[in-house]
């Protein structure tokens, strides 16, 4: 038996980082795809990289394969001449240069990871981002190494008769034995993570873009026969994305033929490889019967995603994993800017901020807490994280704010002109945004490298004589595991002044010898500590307005009163901090329940709050968008993170679900009419303002069912019947479920039997399910899983029924019998030998079991430990 430290995966640190000690310019793959195995030829070009110092062996990653043979510079080896490794193949130096020839055998069939090469649907896919090209040929599978790639496909011609790969197609012919085969040569560069090769049976939809310079791009969208009108959306979307990144960036399509290819079984949304994006069904399909409003946006989102990675990530790549960021919050924040411009940038800003502090501000809080730009890890396929991609893009966002969108242009045109086909580090990228505006980021960098969300203590000053307001900001950088002392960081603030009828104030600051310019936002640059900033030319006592937009990835806490609160909501020309004065207000009012509930008292509707609400209702039409975000409490896993530990999720729960209720039995008129002013006016059109309107609709209407009375039922069964669009049928079926109304378990049954074809809305079935407290308890998410449509090898369905369940009910996930907990462990274990990633991912529904009370504590913990056992 094998001592158990030696089976410890080693830890890879950043410091240990050397340059590749071969270099593969070419490579020459063959795909023979069979029916029980796949062969691979791989033909490398190789050399020593001119910068090893000594000598050294050839060291080629492998995992899970078969080795047939090798053969170097023509001589075939012998066992002797080789080490082959549980995970690598070694080779005595081979010289200044080499060919070298492999072939493997790999079993796609067999492969439920869905890493390497497998099979969805009956058609051969890849995922090789991060390490999944070692799964299919040895190779030095490093995103430093980067080669052009020739592949030739052989598959049976009836099955396979798409087959597609990297680049441009050069050539194609028939075997007489049904076979045919397809050779794609791809002309740029790129790491073997980028890697793709599709074979099917499948429907391709043809489009072509022309570029700023006049070039014609081919575009291609394949999908499973039958989904063919279920692409238009994602072909818009992919022109949309080309111009914009001329427009924004400069950047032009460099490609022939941009492929992107649909598959139902895949970890994540999609992948960037060069010139072939495989792409989650789910992020690519939709028609308006079919898809929700969020489903489009989440579709052109996904789609500019992957296409800006054409630039940031592929043209210019990563040195290494831990530069992650370097690619994706890059690319999160194109994606973001994207998709603000297309609709509404208070709205997107939101809802980014959203999901931030949803997800990643736990994870700086917790156990996993790691900086944008970790030092080291274990497995990278655990590391695609809300640090590195979300936190990543505020960082970047965060350089914007403080060089300025012209100075950030400058910096971004320099770091694409510099390491064109290159790969690089975050390091590059901040010092071309040094080089091209002479701005100091010495500081700045922390960001990268310090883990933990600061804190900013505000206070104001008012000096009555001098006409001045002081504002104080004291930064707190949180201790994080391993990094018990911080420093402080350099952070863009944005602030504004409102006057007492609730208008932006001029700012001038103290020491300025010029007038200010009437700015009415500033973007103060925090540094220290403790900083004090001073208004001058004031007449009375303004109320701030802080961190307009959300400039930096930090909580704020400043000494409002609700009165100050519900001012901001009502005032405040910057549509994100009017978002949230009443976000902050609702929380107060939800902590307020929660107390009340936890003392044995009873809870009572924050009047305040009521108010509030009564008057977003009756807000002018033009602030829809605004109102309809508004009246989104927050939810119960961010009031969990919010609240101060042993935090109660019962107590939370009740607390919001009274809420939620006394608003809607309080302002019933009100919520009644905000549904019938908002009906939509002619056919269904995704755009910002129609998006506004269902919502703010059908957010009322949910506030109608809450209240539990028969006529607001019947009007949402009405609309669920009547509806024309999946936002409105699901608008009208998700409460009746949330709710646990009688009448969702014939609106359940008559949902699926509608739509029980179509995989994309039987998720949405699962899921809408699996989230009401009322209707998704355990025993109904266990009868769920053995329902013909669910399918555990499937990470859609996983997600929409497994992930929905311990994300999105947390008052049935944490049922303080433990049996919840127990049973979702159960399916981490039953997932981990099928698809690790899968596993690892779901397993983190418990990392926030610090924080809680007891039962839920030890309940948690226990089966994290079961787990890791
Ligand atoms: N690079 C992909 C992106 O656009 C992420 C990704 C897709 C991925 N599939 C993956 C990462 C599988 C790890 C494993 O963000
Ligand atoms: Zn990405």
């Known amino acids: 038996m094998a001592d158990a430290r030696q089976q410890q995966p080693p830890v890879i640190r950043l410091a240990d980082y050397t340059p590749p000690a071969f270099l593969v310019d070419h490579v020459d793959l063959r795909f023979e795809l069979g029916e029980d195995s796949t062969l691979v030829h791989s033909r490398l070009t190789g050399r020593a990289n001119p910068e090893r110092v000594q000598s050294e062996d050839l060291v080629l990653d492998g995992r899970e394969l078969t080795l047939e043979e090798l053969v170097l510079d023509g001589h075939p080896l012998s066992k002797a001449a080789y080490t082959l490794g549980e995970e690598s193949l070694t080779i005595p130096d081979p010289g200044e240069t080499f060919t070298l020839e492999i072939t493997t055998r790999i079993r796609p069939q067999e492969n439920t990871a869905l890493e390497g090469l497998y099979k969805s649907s009956g058609n051969f896919c890849t995922q090789c981002e991060p390490e999944g090209f070692r799964r299919i040929t040895y190779f030095p599978d490093r995103s430093d190494v980067m080669a052009t ?138 028609k308006t019967e079919t898809a929700t409003d969020a489903d489009f946006q989440r579709i052109e989102a996904i789609i500019g ?21 370097l690619k994706e919050g890059f690319t999160v924040f194109r994606e973001q800017h994207f998709s603000g411009e297309r609709y509404s940038e208070a709205v997107q800003r939101i809802e980014d901020v959203r999901r931030l502090r949803s997800a990643q501000f736990p994870e700086d809080d917790g156990p996993t807490a790691h900086p944008v730009r970790p030092d080291s890890y274990i497995e990278i396929s655990n590391f695609y994280t809300p640090t590195v ?47 091209a505006t002479d701005a100091d980021l010495a500081q700045f960098r922390l960001w990268y490298t310090q883990a933990g969300t600061p804190r900013l203590h505000c206070s104001g000053e008012w000096d009555g004589e001098a006409g001045s307001y002081t504002l104080r900001v004291r930064q707190e950088v949180p201790a994080t595991p391993g990094q018990p002392d911080k420093a402080p960081m350099h952070l863009p603030f944005a602030v504004g002044l409102l006057d007492a009828e609730g208008n932006d104030l001029p700012l001038q600051m103290a020491g300025e010898e010029t007038e200010g310019g009437g700015e009415t936002t500033r973007v103060l640059e925090v540094r220290d500590d403790e900083q004090a900033f001073t208004f001058t030319g004031l007449d009375a006592e303004p109320v701030p307005s802080l961190l307009r937009g959300f400039s930096a990835p930090v909580r704020v806490q400043f000494d409002y009163t609700d009165g100050d ?89 009740a607390a919001r679900a009274f809420t939620r209720r006394r608003l809607a039995e309080v302002l019933a008129a009100e919520f009644e009419t905000g549904y019938h002013a908002n009906l939509a006016e002619g056919a269904y059109r995704v755009t910002a303002e129609a998006i506004a309107r269902r919502r703010l609709k059908n957010a009322c209407l949910a506030y109608r069912v809450a209240s ?53 809305v039987v998720d949405k079935w699962f899921a809408i399910q699996a989230t009401s407290p009322e209707w998704g308890s355990l025993e109904r998410v266990r009868e769920l899983m053995s329902h013909p449509a669910f399918n555990f090898r499937n990470p859609n369905k996983v997600r929409a029924l497994l992930g929905a369940f311990a994300r999105g009910n947390p008052a049935r996930f944490h049922d303080p019998s433990g049996e919840a907990y127990a049973f979702f462990a159960d399916q981490v274990l039953a997932m981990d030998p099928i698809n690790p990633q899968m596993a690892a991912a779901m397993a983190r529904a418990f990392s926030r079991f610090g924080r809680y009370a007891e039962p839920h504590y030890s309940g948690m913990r226990d089966q994290l430990e079961r787990i890791r056992a």
């Open 708 to 760: 539990g009375d028969d006529t607001s039922r019947s009007m949402a069964l009405e609309q669920f019947q009547a509806a024309d669009n999946m936002t409105d049928q699901l608008g009208g079926l998700r409460p009746l479920v949330a709710e646990g109304h009688p009448e969702a378990e014939q609106a359940l049954a008559d949902f699926y039997e509608q739509w029980q074809s179509d995989p994309e």
């Open 149 to 286: 790639y020739t592949t030739t496909i052989v598959a049976d011609a009836e099955r396979y008769p798409v087959l597609l790969s990297n680049g441009n197609r050069v050539a194609g012919g028939t075997l007489t034995d049904g076979r045919h085969w397809v050779r794609w040569e791809d002309p740029f560069p790129k790491p073997s993570y980028l890697f793709a090769l599709v074979a099917g049976d499948l429907a391709c939809v043809a489009d072509s873009f022309t570029t700023m310079s006049g070039r014609e791009v081919a575009l291609r969208i394949y999908v499973e026969h039958g989904n063919a009108d279920k692409v238009d959306h994602a072909m818009q979307a992919l022109k949309e994305a080309m111009a914009w990144d001329e427009r924004a960036y400069g950047r032009e399509c460099d490609l022939d033929i941009y492929q992107i290819v649909a598959v139902a079984d895949f970890n994540m949304g999609a992948m960037e490889n060069k010139g072939l994006n495989i792409f989650n069904t789910s992020a690519v399909l939709a």
């Open 305 to 325: 995603h992957e296409y800006f990675h054409n630039w940031s990530g592929n043209r210019v790549t990563l040195r290494d994993w831990f530069q992650l960021s």
């Open 565 to 653: 609160l519900a001012f901001l909501l009502a005032h405040d020309s910057d549509l994100f901090n009017r978002w949230e004065a009443g976000q902050e207000l609702a929380q107060r009012a939800l902590f307020g329940c929660v107390a009340a509930h936890r003392e044995g008292r009873a809870m009572e509707l924050d009047a305040g709050l009521e108010a509030a609400f009564g008057t977003l209702l009756r807000a002018p039409a033009e602030d829809r968008a605004l109102v309809a975000e508004a009246l989104t409490l927050p939810e119960e896993g961010y009031l969990a993170d919010l609240a101060e530990p042993p935090v109660d999720p019962s107590a939370i729960h």
């Open 389 to 435: 991609y979300e936190k990543g893009a505020e960082v970047i966002r965060m350089m914007w704010h403080l060089l300025g969108p012209e100075g950030f242009r400058r910096g971004s045109d320099l770091y694409f002109e510099r390491h064109d086909g290159q790969a690089v580090t975050t390091e590059d990228f901040v010092r071309a945004m040094e080089a």
